[in-house]
């Protein structure tokens, strides 16, 4: 039987291997991945829809670019793509101003995020009865007005 001798170059290999696992027992236990999430709406309430388009059947898209804060807020809102009637763009970006989400995260934390929200105005099948006191000539109080008062007698 022949006995081995050991050299310096394996006493080194051993000391690094037995180094290397003792350092792992004491290392901490690697960081866990936490999974991303995506933006999710909390509250989002649809837009008014402007009286003088829905009574004149008129309907549109506007789609905006939304960034979410790290708190959820809509912090930056751009349009991205215009419905062609100026009350439609006006109405999506002030229903959009007040919209609550919960935002995104990224390894645990909030982060801001981008995101794109088509509003589809669809003209009401029939007419709104508030349509009767625009095309009557209403006072913005929705009280018809008098055009022709009567006269007053003694």
Known sequence: MRIRRSTPATTTI??????????????????????????????TPPPEYPMALACDGIGGKVVLWLTIGTDGSVTGVQTRESSGQPAFDAAALEAVR??????????????????????????????????????????????????NPAPATS
């Not at 000391?15 to 004491?26: F, K, N, R, S, V």
């Not at 935002?103 to 981008?114: D, F, I, L, S």
């Not at 099948?125 to 349509?131: A, V, Y």
Request: glycine share 8%.
């Open 98 to 147: 007040g919209w609550r989400f919960r935002a995104a995260t990224r390894n645990g934390q909030p982060v801001e995020k981008q995101i794109l929200v088509p509003m589809t105005f669809n003209a009401p099948p029939m007419e709104p009865e508030g349509c009767y006191f625009l095309e009557d000539g209403s006072l913005d109080d929705g009280s018809p007005e008098e055009a």
């Open 14 to 43: 051993a000391a690094l291997l037995a180094t290397g696992l003792l350092a792992a027992c004491d290392a901490p236990p690697a960081p866990q991945s936490v999974p991303s999430t995506e933006v999710k709406a909390v509250d």
